[in-house]
């Protein structure tokens, strides 16, 4: 089955989740929002869908189906690509992690925009700097110490044991969001997560991520997306 | 099966969309803080739970299940109860839609606490009266006029048609949170969804709930949830 995956054409974003799965899976999948007309294709996918509108992008139709939320998505593609245990409780705990995933990704994006998704940055940039430092201070310890934990609890090469989940190539985006946007501070906290950096490059090495990044499918970061390099931001 | 429910015993918080579910389902829980002690043995179940802990509650105990996230947590008692349809694609919306509530009650935190959950409402007081005006005017707006929509556009009763699911559980607490924490902004916006007011009182008068509001399990809105109340945010 071809997949279809809707999301905004210029940035990583929320879609890059679902990029890693359906490339690192060797998935057959559109972006078509990156093809001429196709946000305007996505913007009436989400007016319509016989009274199912996804509420916002990322979504992805699978034959029938048109799925939204990054994790929810996640956990229909882990399921069928070997990127999920088969248990129930496997893959409870799996999209567990996802949405905690999820929660540390937003708090990312709202260093930049703490006064709320509609305002820009320039409007919000001393607000943006005490979240930011609250971040550093407070929340990506207590985030990456977690998964950093859970990697050494069970001495194996992924977060949920011996076997690659969607979850792991969730963090190897968190790693290379954060080593962009915040070079200096991810620099001088990268010694506290030695379990996470291996786990970065163990992804990164993977034939179908390798061959991903490397080719133009991948957007580069920017300034528009959720991982955001300000320098004022990075002290 | 009886369940263990972990969560603040203070606050209604995250752990009301799972209370919600097990009191309309008629499932027999046990809300473990609320009772002496139940705090430290909280505190234990993160520490441990043989290398699968959870980051944060609310989490379940069902058997030998320990789940973690609520959107999660109700995607396991949905299948369960009743709460939620049994084919994959009913499931994968309904969850969907669990997870659009989930980000529109992390804004509704947000407002209160605009620099992150680390400090306290007083230190932020100025933004936060900036994420409320934007809060109110674009993103309350956004979302439940999304789900207002979606309610008039099968004509159903509930917001994925006829049948109640835990979704309809979590929109009745968020109409109620939003009514506390806001009495005047929300008093001005209800007339944009009659809809939603509507399935408000109709979750209210199910039997389960009915007797589950009027009980002293349910605990009062306070300023130490999600949905506060700060006069100078109310304008």
């Known amino acids: 089955m071809k997949y279809s995956l809707y999301y905004w054409p210029d940035i990583q974003g929320r879609g890059e989740y679902i990029r890693l799965a359906l490339e690192d899976a060797g998935a057959d999948y559109d972006d078509v ?18 009274g199912m509108p996804p509420f916002a ?15 929810n998505i996640l956990l229909y593609l882990g399921a069928r690509h070997g990127l999920a245990p088969k248990s129930e409780a496997g893959k409870l705990w799996v999209h567990q992690l996802q949405l905690t995933i999820a929660d540390l990704v937003l708090e990312s994006h709202d260093t930049h925009h ?27 310890p207590k985030y990456l110490g977690y998964f950093e934990g859970l990697l050494k609890g069970h001495g194996g090469a992924y977060l949920t044991g011996r076997r690659i989940t969607y979850v792991d190539l969730s963090m190897f985006q968190v790693v290379e969001g954060l080593r962009y946007a915040f ?18 490059d163990r992804v990164a090495a993977r034939p179908n991520i390798k061959a ?24």
């Open 212 to 235: 991903y990044l490397s080719s133009d499918r991948r957007i580069a970061f920017n300034e528009d997306g959720i991982f955001r390099h300000y320098k004022e931001l990075d002290l």
């Open 114 to 140: 703490p006064l709320g998704p509609s305002l820009y940055y320039e409007d919000q940039r001393a607000p943006a700097k005490k979240r930011t430092d609250e971040f550093w201070k407070e929340r990506v």
């Open 33 to 50: 929002a990156r093809r001429g007309n196709g946000t305007s294709a996505m913007m009436r996918m989400m007016e319509g869908n016989r």
């Open 183 to 200: 070079p200096k501070r991810m620099k001088a906290f990268e010694p506290e997560i030695p379990g996470l950096v291996e786990l970065r």
């Open 57 to 71: 992008p990322p979504f992805l139709k699978a034959g029938k189906l048109l799925i939204g939320q990054t994790a």
